[in-house]
């Protein structure tokens, strides 16, 4: 069975500019949750679909956004990029929504701004 | 709310010595407890984890880990270690509740280095 995949693995975008990152996750998997890792603050969680609905949310701006597809895939958007959020995001999935369902993780996508 | 504080961010061992690597957590509610394993330019693989039952849980590549409610503690021990361990660790927690707060809250993460 595949596993967790990302699209881009590796972007690059300029301060200011939108970024929309993609995620595919398990067949069969409904949940996709989406992560930030940083050196300074390591990882933090951003938001969790389930069934094209947002199921728990993070403590980023508003500028952080996404959304599910009918077929579980989901991407995430983040607009007026700035420096700090030069990160990777990765995305992990899981059959259902709720703490008992095990999380697999994407290899993530490695997003530079300048 | 939970949190996860993880002792030492650099952690050196000898090829074959103990590896410990330490993990305690804070939640308002009976925790779940993971330990992730990340190598350079990769995602994070789920080493072991503990739900309900069993205090000691053993997972994949040797590693173990033992929850003690007493101490809230959850450290990841392996008897030898191999060069391929080397790597970042991180420790996890999320609440058992049926609520919608379970999201995963990892700590800062330690990374592994293991000496010929």
């Known amino acids: 069975k595949a596993g967790v995949t990302q699209t881009p693995r590796y972007l690059i975008k300029t301060r200011g500019q939108q970024v929309t990152l993609s995620c595919s996750p398990i067949s069969g998997h409904r949940s996709v949750s989406w992560y930030q890792q940083t050196p300074g603050q390591g990882l933090q969680f951003l938001f969790e679909y389930f069934s094209e609905t947002q199921r728990n949310k993070g403590n980023f701006p508003g500028r952080f956004s996404g959304r599910q597809f009918s077929n579980s895939r989901s991407e995430m958007n983040v607009s007026t990029l700035e420096l700090g959020d030069s990160a990777l995001y990765l995305c992990?999935?899981?059959?259902?929504?709720?703490?008992?369902?095990?999380?697999?993780f994407g290899p993530g996508t490695r997003l530079t701004v300048t | 709310a939970q949190s996860v504080t993880q002792l030492g961010s650099h952690v050196s061992v000898s090829e074959g010595a103990l590896v410990l690597l330490r993990c305690n957590y804070s939640s308002s509610v009976p925790p779940y407890l993971f330990w992730y394993v990340q190598y350079p330019n990769q995602g994070l693989q789920l080493l072991l984890k503990?739900?309900?039952?069993?205090?000691l849980v053993k997972g994949i590549n040797g590693f173990e880990a033992e929850f003690k409610k007493s101490e809230t503690s959850f450290h990841l021990t392996k008897p030898s270690a191999h060069m391929s361990d080397a790597a970042e660790y991180f420790c996890?927690?999320?609440?058992?509740?049926?609520?919608?707060?379970?999201?995963?809250?990892f700590g800062k993460g330690t990374l592994l280095t293991v000496n010929p």
């Open positions: 992990a999935s899981s059959l259902g929504s709720g703490p008992t369902y095990e999380q697999y």
């Open positions: 996890a927690v999320r609440a058992n509740s049926g609520g919608s707060n379970y999201k995963l809250t």
């Open positions: 503990y739900t309900t039952g069993a205090t």
